[in-house]
């Protein structure tokens, strides 16, 4: 308990900036104070059906129970820091199991215990995950599958099996990403070390647990992936995007500088500029070092880049998934992966006393820049405006805070940044459609005659957003009343009636389109092309 009490304090004050962070516009709107069966806590709705393309009901479930207690931001910049907390004492304990004592008595010792801990809860790349209030997603998925490890190395009897079991499913309901981990404890000596029939079983039961888990999310998903993402050819631009994602992430290991929320790595960029070549020449390096550590026997250090790939696998972009569509890279993917090279630098460091010095210094130094990053968290204008800092093509980053501008009455910064966004994304509808509800407010009407009009009387664009149909309706409707004022009543007959079959259940949308039809006694025609 003391252990977690301190690890708790620390996690406190090199997070503290994070703790006056507001509600981010990005998935924390979405997913939590925009979320209707949330904010109601009606949390069995997450159990039925899937929301936002997204089959995670256990952290619905817990977001659920936090925002009763406090819908505050405060109180689940509270709930991140107790359970990354609790994750750090439990790496403590895998790292003690992990790392044995040498066969001449000379321990690992509590010393390089904690450094492992330490550089695992403190370098800069783990902050989006603490920080970020969406973030807890990869928190409790981590904090479930760790338990559950530990139960499964630990306990012998079928009750513990079983409640392990429970908890890595749990832990798979949380965030998918949690599936390599039976296949990665495989990769660690002292836990095969352990294996009887029974555990067999057990990760056998967890590894089919996975694969469901993740046919489900990739129906649910299915859809909007299609749409959004330009998946590449098999091969070899997929092993090409994989080498490049381990390269960064090792070299963001290595240089935690600059960090960002969206780095825009998406995979055509990639292929085209060529972005690979340092980072698949990094991975390439950690490669031969990993089989050259394996071959002059230094196991720890091999087995703690292969645990690293692995975790790292549904991320890799051999099987495409939908965050491609904004960058294949990102920092909360390598929350738990973090763990196998933290083991393997504690492995070297036990043999190479003087190596625990330099990593007591890196710990110094990478406490310093999670607690400075964490700033960038602490509400949407500084956060957005650090992402275009960096990614100035960043479609999120400006369809983003071109809202939050907007919602500030800031609409002249909102205009700039909705034309960015359709700069760089021209068939997509939310900057359109955005631009739509800010040329209708500024009385433009001449611009929604030109711009959006255009777009949405093209089957194509239509096509293209099939997945967003509440925007295309808004849109339309939009479209309708300048259509109407311009006494264009087939025009606006027609836009009614779009807008009204891509979004039936809008009940503003449905009161307008009874309101019009009954004034002009037109009917619809088919709709066009797409629907």
Request: charge should be positive; aromatic fraction near 12%; proline fraction near 5%.
């Amino acid at each position: 308990m003391a252990r977690l009490i301190l690890l708790l304090a620390l996690s406190a004050a090199v997070f503290f900036p994070g703790f006056s962070g507001k509600f981010l516009y990005w998935d924390d709107s979405t997913h939590i104070i925009n979320n209707p069966a949330l904010v109601s806590g009606e949390w069995l709705k997450f159990w039925s059906e899937s929301y936002y393309a997204l089959y995670i009901p256990v952290i619905y479930s817990l977001w659920t129970l936090v925002y009763a207690i406090s819908s505050t931001p405060l109180a689940f910049h509270i709930f991140n820091v107790v359970l990354h907390s609790l994750n750090g004492w439990m790496i403590y304990r895998l790292l003690k199991l992990s790392l044995p004592e040498t066969p001449a008595g000379v321990g690992r010792g509590k010393g390089i215990l904690w450094l492992g801990t330490l550089a695992y809860m403190f370098h800069p790349l783990q902050t989006e995950s603490v920080v970020w209030i969406s973030g807890g997603r990869d928190l409790v998925s981590t904090a479930f599958g760790l338990a559950a490890a530990l139960i499964l190395w630990e306990r012998e009897s079928r009750r513990a099996y079983i409640f392990a079991t429970v908890l890595f499913v749990l832990g798979l309901l949380a965030k998918a990403t949690l599936a390599p981990l039976p296949v990665a404890l495989l990769v660690l000596k002292e836990f095969r070390g352990r294996l009887s029939p029974a555990r067999w079983i057990t990760l056998s039961v967890w590894l089919v647990s996975a694969i469901g888990v993740l046919i489900v999310n990739k129906m649910v998903q299915q859809e909007n992936l299609e749409a959004m993402v330009k998946v590449p050819a098999l091969f070899p631009d997929r092993f090409i995007i994989m080498a490049d994602i381990l390269g960064f992430y090792i070299q963001k290991i290595l240089v935690p500088f600059p960090l960002a929320a969206d780095y825009g790595r998406i995979p055509e960029i990639v292929l085209a500029k060529k972005w690979f070549l340092l980072p698949a020449a990094l991975f390439v390096a950690a490669l031969a070092t990993a089989i050259l550590a394996r071959i002059f026997k230094k196991p720890k250090y091999f087995e703690g880049w292969i645990f690293f790939g692995l975790i790292l696998g549904p991320v890799l972009g051999i099987i495409p998934f939908m965050a491609q569509a904004q960058s294949s890279v990102a920092d909360r993917y390598v929350y738990l992966a973090w763990f196998g090279p933290v083991m393997g630098i504690c492995a070297l460091a036990t043999q190479f006393p003087k190596l625990k010095v330099l990593l007591a210094v890196m710990i110094s130094v990478w406490m310093g820049m999670s607690f400075s990053h964490a700033h960038t968290w602490k509400d949407s204008d500084t956060f957005f405006t650090a992402m275009l800092d960096y990614n100035p093509n960043s479609f999120v980053g400006h369809t983003t805070i071109g809202v939050v501008k907007f919602q500030a009455g800031r609409l002249d910064l909102a205009e700039k940044h909705f034309r960015e966004a359709h700069r760089i994304e021209p068939m997509l509808v939310s900057p359109v459609g955005n631009l739509a509800v800010l040329y209708w407010e500024l009385k433009r009407f001449d611009r929604i005659v030109s711009e959006i009009e255009v777009l949405f009387t093209n089957p194509d664009f239509i096509k293209a957003n099939l997945t967003t149909k509440p925007s295309l309706s808004r849109m339309g409707r939009i479209v309708a009343r300048v259509q109407k004022m311009q006494s264009r009543l087939g025009d606006a007959n027609r836009s009614w009636c779009q807008a009204f079959a891509l979004d039936p259940a809008n009940q503003d949308g449905v009161q307008e389109f009874l309101a019009v039809q009954q004034t002009t006694g037109m009917k619809c025609e088919e709709p066009r092309t797409g629907l």
